[in-house]
């Protein structure tokens, strides 16, 4: 055996793995320009330039959401040179001492990240690198210190922008932007920490549609860190764009009077253009200026204040409150009736109120009349026709057959599940089916006598106003409905696909036109419950409602779509602790109906009446 | 007996220069990645490059005392000399963990690696062990100790848990290739129990281990090339190869290359039979290639993770593909001509971008700063070095000598390879230093006196009468 011949292998060997290293080693070093970028990122050498966020038009072109420049005050603790801390704690109007712990707080905070492997926060301050020192400085506060700002080294200003909001109105349906989260940076490398990602509202539903596309500089620095020269000519830098402007289908106008319409009540608003399912309006009251939530300092000293308030200004009462839907069931009630053959438009009911509690009114002789006296033992008599079908020979099992029919009528109105809209933190209202009642009762062991409250509209049937303002825009289009939204186009695009799909109800058309005649008869006919929401030239069609509140005082309800012919805006409004219907929710909803229709509001006694009102309001200092 | 000589006579030049330089450049290195602006002199030993240069004139100093003793004693003591390692292997275990190993010995910034120094006892008793075979006492018996003699210090290791070091032994088995103790007697055992078949030898079972050891290269790069995409440019038309069809590309290449170099230089007898050799080789690499690829997608999910946390393809508990991404990154910026002297941005210990800049990942800031062409120097010069041994094994006299320089000639070899192929994605981050460059007592001492003791018995090569 020749050994020395695998001196060889072994010469070959190690001649090979050089060889492979030093061709890997060209490629990385000479020919491939990824590591090389890569390095420009791990030095900072690679400057992030991020477009302000894309403006907010309101439906007649109104700018509502605007930016402002705001500056933050930079520091380099590499640059800094013999800091006189005195003369710049007296600059910045603080004291040495905060100067002092400022320092302290970036080193521990700003200067540290969050490793994931171990749990903990991680030193990495660097003296090189810049941190602010000040944040969100307004102008004004800036140019008092900027021009001083040549003789503290090591200290420059810095230019961002932050959100405006001119008209100060629709805060629960725009949100606000706050900073990024560790975990949302992890998912979602467009942000770096202390950017703002939209929080809430349209901000957050339409973040990446509003956050633009960043641009990206690579730059040249000297060992002092300071920029000299792009790299590479610019070959690798891109252009940030800022996105394209939202319109969107929110009347600016009708919205800051139905806020001021709302104010020191509790309760909310929503109106909705039906041919389109446009949101015109959507107010939760109480409200608050969004310029409050803007930037961290704004954040920081009001978003306490704002969740302590007992009044709840940051609940989001049209999407989640779930009232019991009351009067406007009798509404549906009807509809599910007469397509189901089992009533007509004429049949008539006599007001037993042995069956259930009723006011005084002579018995309705057809279903305009039901709906105009708003007679609960007539819904009674009309929706057990509709539950106990006399299908099935069993009683409970026919019981179980016409929940489980009603229950598909009731899910093609958009009820009982959150509506597809574009807005997150809707809750979905409950509307119960034989397995809710099987779950509840037992199987088999529960029948329309057992369940017979769901006929008002009352006992476990839950939905949200804004499913109830939908369920208006619905008869007002005699069937149908868009997905309630309210960006109506993003850029010149125009909505997201799935508002532009027309959904149908299991409702012929021609069985709305005695419903809507008995909301006419309700607003314009002596004796019907909403005549606070007639007008003049206009037909107003409506419907009253009292939510029953086991906590204290009724909700005060009222719903109507105008004008009657070619509606042109659909209504839901609640006004908590209020009372009877007629009494503060329908007139509000008729001076919402007005301005919208007519820009202008005649009664102006009525007006202040509403305006003034205090209803279940608790003042704050 | 011998003649009193002076103790730089017959000392092999070449090498101690090379030695020299590395420990400059080393040095340099160091001094420029930990500069300190505070404390500037290299004489400063608060600093980490004040600390080097104290490692590097002791280490010279321990040479030094090398020159003075008659080599003769390593022969004559292995077994002591070895058995003292183990002691220390076992004691070390039962020190307080640094940084989750048990490898330190002494206090502080001062304590040594007992596992650095077993690489040189356990050469010494290899290179007395199988010195003192013959050809014909190759068997199942005599492969076993030989195995042994490196396995019960791989497993002490193993305790610490130092999985580099541990890696790093596994050299040892291609210098008993090269003494012909391979593992063919064992596999000869099994071939043989089939009846009728009689081999005195196999092919494979003689060249198991450069064998082995192609394939497992090959395999790691070709997982670790994985997820790589590569744009190829031919002649304007844009070619994406994935990693592992790259490799494949790379062996076409290789053999087209091996080709043209036989047409040149080898007879047309040995022509047929090295293109058979040649050609199974390339079936059978990019078969086993094609198989790592398209097994590694077919394992199951928890297999995967434990495969590629190994080879750090992903962000594990040590974050070692992140350290290896910055490392590389580093490497990669150095561009051509490199940054300059002292101008590593993103591998200097200040910027604190590359963790263990000034040990493991040394390699990063000499490249960045010094880009290809000091690539190609540093290179150039580990590969003189390596060369450099082997001629120096060849012409001993004494089997010891020449199995001893193999050794050193081995060890000296991965780590250069496992250690620059942590920097550019060709192998698993397992900390292990870098030669004569990296920041570290134990490791500077460890090769240095690895180093003399190899130059000195070299120097008295002539002494030797068998």
């Not at chain 1, 253009?273 to 930037?295: H, Q």
């Not at chain 2, 790589?228 to 038309?237: P, S």
């Amino acid at each position: 055996m020749n050994l020395d011949a695998r001196r060889n292998v072994i010469l070959s060997f190690i001649f090979l793995v050089v060889g492979i290293y030093l061709v890997r080693l060209f490629y990385m070093q000479v020919i491939d320009d990824t590591w090389t970028l890569r390095a420009n990122e791990i030095a900072e050498k690679r400057k992030e330039i991020f477009p302000p966020r894309g403006v907010i038009f309101d439906r007649g072109g109104k700018k509502i959401v605007t930016n402002q420049t705001y500056y933050n005050l930079m520091m380099v603790e590499d640059s800094i040179v013999d800091l006189d801390t005195a003369a710049f704690a007296k600059l910045i109007g603080w004291t040495r001492q905060e100067v002092r712990n400022r320092f302290k707080e970036i080193v521990d905070g700003e200067g540290s990240y969050y490793n994931k492997i171990t749990g903990k926060r991680t030193p990495n301050y660097q003296t090189i690198r810049a941190y602010p020192f000040l944040k969100e400085l307004t102008l004004e506060e800036m140019s008092k210190i900027a021009p001083h700002l040549a003789n503290f080294k090591g200290f420059y200003e810095e230019a961002t922008s932050a959100r405006n909001y001119p008209y100060k109105s629709a805060a629960n349906i725009l949100g606000y932007l706050s900073e990024v989260y560790r975990e949302e940076i992890e998912i979602d490398h467009f942000y770096k920490p202390g950017n703002n990602i939209g929080r809430a509202g349209i901000e957050r539903f339409y973040e990446k549609e509003l956050r633009g596309i960043k641009g990206i500089k690579y730059i040249v620095t000297s060992a002092l860190n300071n920029a000299i020269e792009s790299y590479a000519d610019g070959k690798y830098d891109t252009t940030a764009r800022q996105a394209d402007p939202l319109k969107m289908g929110m009347d600016v106008v009708l919205q800051t009077y139905g806020e001021r319409l709302m104010s020191k009540k509790k309760g909310c608003i929503v109106a909705i253009e039906p041919s389109s399912g446009e949101i015109l309006s959507m107010v939760s009251a109480p409200s608050y200026d969004p310029n409050l939530l803007v930037g961290k300092r704004n954040i920081s000293a009001n978003y306490p204040k704002l969740a302590r308030d007992p009044n709840l200004p940051l609940f989001p009462r049209p999407l989640q409150a779930e009232y019991p839907p009351g009067s406007i069931f009798k509404l549906v009630q009807s509809l599910i009736g007469l397509q189901e053959g089992v009533i007509t438009a004429n049949s008539g009911f006599p007001c037993d109120k042995s069956m259930v509690g009723c006011h005084n009114h002579p018995s309705a002789r057809n279903i305009a009349e039901a709906i105009k006296f708003s007679c609960n033992p007539y819904y009674y008599q009309a929706v057990r026709r509709i539950i106990q079908q006399g299908v099935k020979r069993n009683n409970f099992a026919d019981a179980e057959y016409g929940l489980n029919k009603w229950y598909k009528y009731i899910r093609s109105f958009g009820l009982g599940k959150e509506l597809d809209a574009d807005v997150s933190g809707q809750r979905p209202g409950l509307i119960p089916n034989s397995d809710f009642y099987d779950k509840w009762y037992g199987h088999h062991t529960w029948a329309f006598s057992t369940i017979r409250s769901i006929s008002i509209g009352q006992g476990e049937v839950k939905l949200t106003p804004l499913q109830m303002a939908n369920i208006v825009a619905i008869i007002a289009n005699k069937g149908w409905y868009y997905t309630p939204h309210f960006v109506k186009s993003i850029g010149y695009r125009g909505p997201l696909p799935q508002f532009r799909k027309k959904h149908w109800t299991m409702i012929d058309r021609r069985h709305f036109d005695p419903v809507i005649e008995g909301m006419r008869l309700v607003v314009n006919e002596d004796g019907g419950t909403g005549k606070q929401a007639r007008m003049d030239n206009i037909i107003v069609c409506g419907k009253t409602g009292t939510v029953q509140n086991p906590h204290g005082e009724d909700h005060s309800v009222f719903f109507a779509f105008a004008p009657m012919k070619n509606p042109k805006i659909a209504i839901a409004v609640f006004v908590e602790n209020a009372g009877w219907g007629g009494s503060w929710a329908a007139p509000i909803a008729q001076l919402m109906i007005e301005k919208y229709l007519k820009r202008k509001v005649t009664d102006k006694d009525k007006e202040k009446r509403m305006i003034e009102a205090q209803i279940a309001f608790k003042n704050v200092d | 007996m011998r003649k009193e000589e002076s103790l730089t006579e017959h000392l092999d030049w070449p090498l101690f220069g090379a030695l020299i330089t590395m420990l400059i450049l080393g040095l340099a290195t160091v001094y420029s990645v930990a500069y300190n602006e505070e404390a500037p002199s290299l004489f400063n030993f608060s600093e980490k490059y004040g600390r080097q240069l104290f490692w590097i004139l002791f280490s010279l100093f321990l040479g030094l005392l090398v020159f003075l003793i008659d080599s003769d004693i390593y022969r004559k003591f292995a077994i002591p000399i070895y058995l003292s390692t183990l002691v220390l292997l076992v004691v070390v275990l039962f020190m307080p963990a640094v940084h989750g190993a048990h490898a330190w010995l002494g206090v502080g910034s001062f304590g040594v690696q007992p596992a650095e120094f077993a690489k040189i006892s356990t050469s010494l008793l290899l290179a007395k062990y199988i010195s003192g075979l013959t050809v014909k006492q190759q068997t199942t018996g005599t492969v076993l100790t030989a195995s042994s003699i490196l396995l019960i210090p791989m497993v002490l290791i193993l305790l610490q848990p130092d999985a580099g070091t541990f890696v790093v032994f596994t050299s040892f088995l291609f210098v008993m290739y090269r003494e012909g103790l391979t593992f063919d007697p064992i596999l000869l055992n099994f071939v043989n129990a089939i009846p009728g078949v009689r081999y005195k030898e196999t092919w494979v079972g003689s060249h198991f281990i450069p064998i082995l050891f192609a394939l497992v290269f090959l395999s790691i790069i070709t997982l670790l090339l994985d997820s790589v995409i590569f744009h190829v440019n031919l002649f304007g038309w844009d070619l994406e190869l994935s990693g592992s069809s790259g490799v494949i590309f790379g062996l076409v290449l290789i053999y087209t290359l091996s080709w043209l170099l036989m047409q040149r230089f080898s007879t047309r007898r040995e022509r047929s039979r090295m293109m058979i050799v040649l050609t199974l080789g390339l079936l059978i690499a990019s078969t086993l290639s094609f198989i790592v690829d398209k097994g590694f997608d077919m394992l199951k999910t928890h297999q995967k993770d434990r495969i590629e946390l190994f080879l750090g393809l992903r962000e594990d508990p040590n974050g070692d593909d992140y350290n290896r991404n910055r490392a590389m990154a580093a490497v990669g910026s150095g561009g051509f001509l490199g940054k300059g002297y002292r101008e590593a941005s993103v591998s200097s210990v200040r910027s604190n971008h590359v963790p263990e800049s000034e040990t493991d990942f040394i390699f990063c800031p000499f490249a960045e700063e010094w880009g290809f062409v000091g690539v190609v120097v540093l290179f150039g010069l580990y590969f003189f070095v390596l060369f450099r041994i082997i001629i120096i094994a060849e012409r001993q006299r004494a089997a010891f000598n020449r199995i001893y320089a193999y050794c050193v000639a081995m060890i000296l070899f991965y780590h250069f390879a496992i250690n620059i192929g942590m920097n550019i994605g060709f192998a698993p981050v397992i900390g292990i230093p870098l030669p004569f460059f990296s920041y570290g007592g134990s490791s500077m001492m460890s090769f240095s006196v690895m180093l003399f003791i190899l130059l000195k018995l070299d120097a008295q090569r002539k002494d030797v009468l068998r």
